[in-house]
């Protein structure tokens, strides 16, 4: 098993064990392959909860565990169901009801070539959530539940959209994969499709995989990637100034719940009560029930409130970098790099679908524990747009953020802002690459690149997208810088 991983596992509120660990590793198993067979674990749960429609994000990671298990089955199929109406149907051999049922997938997800994979979730009703590595189960025990609480994706019906996350895979390598789907009134839909670094869908009866061993698997860290990388902004110190920039809007509306379109952007037609700009703080929030605070140089009714905060975060050292909420009340959505805002122009606000967390804490529930990760480069500034929602009462947000090394932060030294004086086309992107286990930048393929993005051997001469030496009119050479065609290629 994997003893080495030494990274934070969040526990959700309803937990009462004690913190777990975790990593930004994706891990796969090592199974000798004839303990494998084609296809998946698929188990059927049943709840009595169609009077609250909207189920907590501990009640999808494993609170249904708790259920009764109506059905279970072993299939060789690919994951996708659909039904108009409130009905009896029959699929992956199995027959039943469609309302208020929650339907668990385990398999090992095989890689035939390394590279990014992107999972995504179409127009899903009601919800589903990926999990891949130690985060779906242990390897050599598909019947368990992984130790730690951080997905890959979760999409929910509030934003019926498509929704995709990618993930550096290595070939060879078999992956455990769970993924939950729950759904409590008609209509049911469900379609995850995973596309292979080259952009085509495979066939899931082909890569998922059972495991019939006796539980003797072992795991092994994979190559260390994270799931997401970001562009940076290069920034003169002139322009700069400590601290981040927050703006305060108020609504009337008695809504328990926000839809995700609100926190993206919506929010900026409200009506603005309050504003500050360099503020040299953490970036934390707490009342205990509705009054009117003071915080950040600001007074303000704290019910009610969407809070804007802007900032961009300096990157001293290049690597995954967790951001994490903590038992936020009401909600929160954070965007960092080009999603956030642009480069030097923070009215500029950037995709409204693509943020890195999202957490709205259940009407009457409480919230869970949810983190993100994203890899950074250092001396770059990124964007950074964290969108606060408080519906009444009680307010509080806590957003901590650790560095690669495990370390916390310090949010008072790391964030800043431009002035608006100073907001002009003098900032540029900074592109970031993967890297390889020695640092090196590399490309899609896994072929170190230089620092234009072009592929390039380890003494720096050009090479082709596959890592073959190549002359200055692109045509593969051997390694005395001879050309030849593909077949004749040696390195």
């Given at each position: 098993?994997?003893?080495?991983?030494?990274?934070?596992?969040?526990?959700?509120?309803?937990?009462?064990?004690?913190?777990?660990?975790?990593?930004?590793?994706?891990?796969?198993?090592?199974?000798?392959?004839?303990?494998?067979?084609?296809?998946?674990?698929?188990?059927?749960?049943?709840?009595?909860?169609?009077?609250?429609?909207?189920?907590?994000?501990?009640?999808?990671?494993?609170?249904?565990?708790?259920?009764?298990?109506?059905?279970?089955?072993?299939?060789?199929?690919?994951?996708?169901?659909?039904?108009?109406?409130?009905?009896?149907?029959?699929?992956?051999?199995?027959?039943?009801?469609?309302?208020?049922?929650?339907?668990?997938?385990?398999?090992?997800?095989?890689?035939?070539?390394?590279?990014?994979?992107?999972?995504?979730?179409?127009?899903?009703?009601?919800?589903?959530?990926?999990?891949?590595?130690?985060?779906?189960?242990?390897?050599?025990?598909?019947?368990?539940?992984?130790?730690?609480?951080?997905?890959?994706?979760?999409?929910?019906?509030?934003?019926?959209?498509?929704?995709?996350?990618?993930?550096?895979?290595?070939?060879?390598?078999?992956?455990?994969?769970?993924?939950?789907?729950?759904?409590?009134?008609?209509?049911?839909?469900?379609?995850?499709?995973?596309?292979?670094?080259?952009?085509?869908?495979?066939?899931?009866?082909?890569?998922?995989?059972?495991?019939?061993?006796?539980?003797?698997?072992?795991?092994?860290?994979?190559?260390?990637?994270?799931?997401?990388?970001?562009?940076?902004?290069?920034?003169?110190?002139?322009?700069?100034?400590?601290?981040?920039?927050?703006?305060?809007?108020?609504?009337?509306?008695?809504?328990?719940?926000?839809?995700?379109?609100?926190?993206?952007?919506?929010?900026?037609?409200?009506?603005?009560?309050?504003?500050?700009?360099?503020?040299?703080?953490?970036?934390?929030?707490?009342?205990?029930s509705a009054y009117t605070m003071t915080t950040w140089g600001m007074t303000f009714l704290n019910s009610?409130?969407?809070?804007?905060?802007?900032?961009?975060?300096?990157?001293?050292?290049?690597?995954?970098?967790?951001?994490?909420?903590?038992?936020?009340?009401?909600?929160?959505?954070?965007?960092?790099?080009?999603?956030?805002?642009?480069?030097?122009?923070?009215?500029?606000?950037?995709?409204?679908?693509?943020?890195?967390?999202?957490?709205?804490?259940?009407?009457g529930k409480s919230s869970s524990y949810v983190d993100s990760n994203v890899y950074l480069t250092a001396?770059?500034?990124?964007?950074?747009?964290?969108?606060?929602?408080?519906?009444?009462?009680?307010?509080?947000?806590?957003?901590?953020?650790?560095?690669?090394?495990?370390?916390?932060?310090?949010?008072?030294?790391?964030?800043?802002?431009?002035?608006?004086?100073?907001?002009?086309?003098?900032?540029?992107?900074?592109?970031?690459?993967?890297?390889?286990?020695?640092?090196?930048?590399?490309?899609?393929?896994?072929?170190?690149?230089?620092?234009?993005?072009?592929?390039?051997?380890?003494?720096?001469?050009?090479?082709?997208?596959?890592?073959?030496?190549?002359?200055?009119?692109?045509?593969?050479?051997?390694?005395?810088?001879?050309?030849?065609?593909?077949d004749a290629y040696q390195q």
């Amino acid at each position: 098993m994997i003893i080495q991983l030494l990274f934070l596992y969040w526990l959700f509120a309803f937990a009462n064990a004690d913190i777990s660990t975790y990593t930004s590793n994706v891990a796969a198993c090592e199974i000798p392959t004839n303990r494998l067979q084609p296809g998946f674990s698929v188990n059927i749960y049943s709840y009595n909860n169609l009077a609250t429609p909207t189920l907590a994000l501990d009640e999808i990671f494993r609170g249904y565990t708790t259920l009764s298990k109506r059905y279970s089955n072993t299939v060789v199929s690919s994951i996708s169901l659909s039904a108009a109406g409130p009905t009896t149907m029959t699929a992956w051999g199995m027959t039943f009801g469609n309302e208020a049922i929650i339907i668990e997938f385990f398999s090992y997800f095989y890689v035939d070539q390394t590279g990014f994979y992107a999972f995504q979730s179409n127009n899903i009703d009601d919800g589903v959530m990926i999990l891949i590595g130690l985060a779906a189960f242990k390897c050599g025990d598909m019947s368990g539940i992984g130790n730690g609480y951080t997905y890959l994706l979760y999409q929910r019906y509030e934003n019926p959209i498509s929704a995709i996350s990618e993930v550096y895979l290595e070939k060879g390598q078999y992956y455990p994969l769970r993924i939950v789907y729950f759904n409590n009134e008609s209509p049911i839909f469900l379609n995850v499709n995973i596309q292979d670094s080259n952009g085509s869908t495979l066939d899931q009866e082909t890569v998922l995989f059972n495991d019939i061993s006796d539980g003797s698997a072992s795991g092994f860290t994979a190559m260390y990637y994270p799931t997401s990388f970001a562009t940076g902004c290069s920034i003169p110190a002139t322009a700069l100034q400590q601290g981040f920039d927050v703006n305060v809007y108020t609504y009337s509306s008695e809504s328990s719940t926000m839809s995700p379109s609100v926190y993206s952007s919506e929010y900026k037609s409200l009506s603005k009560v309050a504003s500050n700009n360099g503020v040299v703080s953490s970036i934390s929030l707490s009342a205990p029930s509705a009054y009117t605070m003071t915080t950040w140089g600001m007074t303000f009714l704290n019910s009610h409130i969407f809070v804007e905060i802007l900032a961009y975060l300096y990157v001293e050292v290049s690597g995954v970098y967790i951001f994490r909420n903590t038992n936020i009340d009401d909600g929160v959505m954070i965007f960092i790099a080009e999603n956030a805002f642009s480069c030097c122009d923070s009215t500029d606000l950037g995709s409204s679908e693509e943020y890195i967390l999202y957490v709205q804490k259940p009407s009457g529930k409480s919230s869970s524990y949810v983190d993100s990760n994203v890899y950074l480069t250092a001396g770059g500034y990124y964007p950074l747009r964290i969108v606060y929602y408080n519906r009444s009462g009680s307010a509080y947000l806590i957003l901590p953020i650790t560095d690669p090394s495990g370390s916390s932060v310090d949010q008072q030294k790391a964030l800043f802002n431009v002035p608006p004086l100073s907001q002009t086309n003098m900032c540029e992107l900074i592109t970031v690459y993967p890297t390889d286990s020695g640092g090196q930048p590399t490309n899609s393929n896994g072929v170190p690149v230089n620092s234009d993005g072009q592929p390039t051997n380890s003494d720096g001469a050009a090479t082709n997208s596959n890592g073959q030496p190549t002359n200055s009119d692109g045509a593969a050479t051997n390694s005395n810088g001879q050309p030849t065609n593909s077949d004749a290629y040696q390195q």
